[in-house]
């Protein structure tokens, strides 16, 4: 009686062997390890008797190294190799990844030579030796939980005898897949009277073939995509490949908005999102995230804000959404969520059955106090917003079209447009004689520099429509297609324009001026109003460089005037007032190279073969406009390019 007493109590246990060792010489405890020793998987073999720290002569065999959802394997402890036999053992399979927790069912045993014991408040997942008789192997069989995913590996302890025994003999890792990609179950009722160790091959360590399983197993997450749910993931195009960093899935089955997230193997994600967004940019998002922690994977709902760029849980709603299943795998996130379909969010109504939504997905490495850290590892908004019930093949947004429309119009407008004007201006009487092509420097310049401009904007725009393929009709749109309108017409015009002592050649002068000028100042506008575009990504602070820009190119034009006017006052000074007001209208409208020519042929106005006076300061000038042009020229390129620029300065160490 006080035997039996004993043996339900820890310390106990090794008195009481201590005593039936006797009868049961070398043996391991009678009937199985105590449920005390779930953890440690020590057995009470004595105070002070250690495991063994040989390499055990013992080996766990699996049926199978791959195993789907709910699915049996056969697991044998054998001392086969060595040819010995054990008395005692203690088995249980783990998470092979954090946090190890213990994993799965075992069954029965048809001879009775198994006990099971419940550890960690689970029923039957720990499987010890119902007596202490000599065997070479005992075989089990294991059920594969139908919530799992993931790598597991048999962990048990083997006793010999009552002095010899080994803990942590692993088995190879088992990989738990999803039921319809696996292979069907090997072995799930090992053969009547169990293993017969004469036909069987000789001993092979098996090798670790599970990473190569899983390469060569096609990731389930993408079966059905676009078949039954509408699957979207980052970077673009990787859908095709099934190589996603990560990846979402959308099914809708009458109200329930099933949402599945996935992070991509290697990334070291601390966390995979999917978000909902009108705009495809980000802010007032609405997001629901999976983030391992504490040894399981929790599942919160977050909104996030444009600018700053944040995202936070705080006055999320977080009963909106239910976790359905989740895992851990070798560090690749898996969640299956639903989610109401109307959810109001910070005064926001989130309307699944009757709105169209962007998919954003996005995951990151790090975790703040109340959400996600930074998208470090990727962010990818679809190409355009989708009812979620359509079950499609959804791109992302690419932005290079875009952001070569911006960039092309940026050099056409602030660069070229900008210094070819004050070259027609400013720079008639300046390297007079000189020509290039047989033509004045200044006109040579000024069509160089407008054709560039001419052929950015026809190519920009029609990238634009590329990327659009339809009208749209905001601000932008429609400032931009003002001076697309006129830039297109301004190189015809001149093409046609009278002969220099043309009546008609005073309209053309005018026309030419007011056409370049009225869509220098709209596209200088229109860029102004693409800051406010969501597609464009711009940051509100660009605006400031648009303003510095202007200021400066207005300076340039006053110092540029001021020089004139001095100039007209110096050469007014000589010349008849009749003179000075033609020459005025000659500096400013006038196309200098043919009046030149026609001057020179008449044998006339032999000063005009001089620069006008201060050439040497507008040349100066000149410089160092181009020199500050090309630094704006240069800084919003970057701003268009790298946008969301924020984003990618945050992303930067
Ligand atoms: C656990 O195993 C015992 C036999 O050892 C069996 O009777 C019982 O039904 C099992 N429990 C579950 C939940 O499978
Ligand atoms: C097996 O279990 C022992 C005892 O709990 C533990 O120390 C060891 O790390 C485990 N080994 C594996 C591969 O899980």
Redesign the pocket.
């Known amino acids: 009686m006080s035997a039996l007493w004993l043996r339900t109590r820890v310390l106990g246990a090794l008195v009481v062997l201590h005593i039936v060792g006797s009868w049961t010489p070398g043996m391991s405890l009678p009937q199985g390890a105590p449920e005390t020793v779930c953890d440690t998987m020590l057995p009470f073999h004595g105070g002070g008797i250690l495991p063994a720290n040989s390499v055990s002569p013992f080996s766990i065999e699996t049926s199978t190294s791959v195993i789907g959802q709910g699915q049996t394997l056969r697991v044998d402890v054998t001392g086969v190799p060595t040819g010995l036999s054990f008395g005692g053992f203690m088995i249980q399979a783990r998470n092979r990844n954090p946090p190890y927790q213990i994993i799965g069912?075992f069954g029965?045993s048809r001879d009775g030579t198994v006990k099971?014991m419940n550890c960690e408040n689970s029923?039957?997942n720990s499987a010890t030796h119902s007596n202490a008789g000599a065997k070479s192997q005992v075989s089990l069989e294991w059920e594969s939980p139908v919530d799992f995913m993931g790598q597991v590996v048999f962990n048990a302890t083997v006793a010999q005898s009552y002095t010899d025994f080994w803990v942590g003999v692993p088995s190879n890792p088992v990989q738990v897949v999803r039921r319809d990609v696996a292979p069907p179950s090997v072995a799930s009722a090992p053969t009547s009277g169990g293993y017969n160790p004469t036909t069987r091959q000789p001993y092979v360590p098996p090798s670790y073939v599970a990473p190569n399983v899983v390469a060569t197993v096609a990731d389930p997450f993408y079966n059905n995509c676009g078949v039954s749910k509408t699957c979207f993931g980052f970077p673009n195009g990787c859908m095709a490949t099934k190589s996603c960093t990560s990846l979402s899935a959308v099914t809708v089955r009458g109200d329930i908005y099933e949402f599945e997230l996935q992070s991509g193997k290697g990334t070291n994600a601390a966390y995979v999102a999917v978000g909902l967004s009108e705009d495809a940019k980000m802010g007032d998002d609405f997001t629901i995230e999976c983030v391992p922690e504490n040894g399981r994977v929790s599942m919160y709902s977050s909104y996030t804000s444009g600018s700053p760029y944040g995202v936070s849980r705080a006055g999320v709603p977080q009963n909106t959404a239910r976790l359905v299943e989740a895992s851990v795998v070798d560090g690749v996130i898996y969640c299956k969520v639903q989610r109401d379909p109307v959810t109001v969010v910070q005064g926001r109504t989130f309307d699944l059955r009757n709105n169209m939504y962007h998919l954003l997905v996005a995951s990151g490495t790090g975790l703040k106090e109340n959400g996600v850290g930074y998208h470090d590892i990727g962010r990818l908004p679809s190409g355009s917003p989708i009812n979620l019930a359509v079950v499609q093949e959804l791109g992302g947004s690419s932005m290079l079209l875009v952001r070569l429309h911006g960039a092309f119009m940026i050099v056409a407008w602030i660069g070229t447009t900008s210094l070819g004007i004050i070259f027609a201006r400013y720079f008639k009487q300046t390297w007079v004689g000189s020509q290039t092509c047989g033509k004045d420097q200044w006109f040579a310049w000024h069509r160089m520099l407008m054709v560039t401009t001419w052929s950015l904007t026809v190519v920009a725009y029609i990238l634009i429509w590329v990327e659009l393929k339809r009208a749209v009709w905001h601000a932008h749109a429609v400032t931009g297609l003002i001076t697309v309108i006129l830039c297109f017409l301004q190189p015809i015009g001149a093409l046609f324009r009278p002969g220099p002592n043309d009546k008609k050649r005073p309209y053309f002068n005018w026309g030419h001026w007011l056409g370049g000028n009225l869509a220098h100042i709209l596209s200088i506008v229109t860029i102004f109003f693409s800051v406010k575009l969501p597609k464009a990504e711009l940051p509100e602070w660009m605006d400031w460089i648009l303003v510095g820009f202007v200021v400066v190119h207005v300076l340039v034009h006053l110092i540029f005037s001021i020089c004139l006017c001095i100039n007209h006052w110096q050469v007014g000074g000589i010349a008849s007032d009749r003179q000075q007001t033609q020459r005025i209208n000659t500096f400013q409208m006038g196309d200098i190279s043919h009046h030149h020519q026609h001057a020179m042929r008449n044998g006339m106005s032999m000063e005009r073969k001089m620069d006008a006076p201060y050439g040497a300061l507008r040349k100066g000038l000149l410089s160092v406009y181009s020199v500050i042009l090309v630094l704006f020229v240069v800084a919003l390129i970057l701003i268009v390019v790298l946008a969301p620029i924020e984003e990618f300065f945050k992303s930067s160490p």
């Open positions: 069912q029965p099971l029923v039957n």
